[in-house]
């Protein structure tokens, strides 16, 4: 499975992003797809999961009320929508996807297949 994410830049404060993860080869394996983000001198954060089968979705305390994340699975696509942004949000994102069904756990360790980082930047 290859990822591609993209939608990424500059906003200010209160601004809104929405970011896109795009899925192709063998997609079928992708059962969860998830974003995670890295901030400067910080690990690797968990920030939301989908899973395709039921459409249940997962959250970390932080972006629950800002964020959104939603899937259209005809395009093997997966949206992040981020309202409110906060300069803490500032980091690169990452869509990870992974064979399993778990969708409310935080481990990248767990995720199978990673795509490249997307940039957002949250300043005034």
């Known amino acids: 499975v290859q990822l591609q994410a993209s939608g990424g830049g500059l906003v200010h404060p209160g601004g809104s992003l929405r970011l896109f993860c795009a899925a192709s080869?063998?997609?079928?394996?992708?059962?969860?797809m998830g974003w995670f983000r890295q901030a400067p001198g910080k690990e690797l954060e968990f920030v939301s999961a989908l899973r395709w089968n039921d459409g249940r979705t997962a959250y970390t305390e932080s972006v629950k009320g800002r964020f959104t994340i939603s899937g259209d699975n005809a395009k093997s696509t997966v949206y992040l929508q981020m309202d409110s942004l906060k300069p803490e949000d500032t980091a690169v994102y990452f869509c990870?996807?992974?064979?399993?069904?778990?969708?409310?756990?935080?481990?990248?360790?767990?995720?199978?297949?990673w795509g490249q980082g997307t940039q957002v930047t949250v300043s005034s």
């Open positions: 990870a996807a992974k064979r399993g069904y778990y969708v409310d756990g935080d481990d990248a360790a767990r995720y199978d297949y």
């Open positions: 080869g063998r997609t079928s394996s992708a059962n969860v």
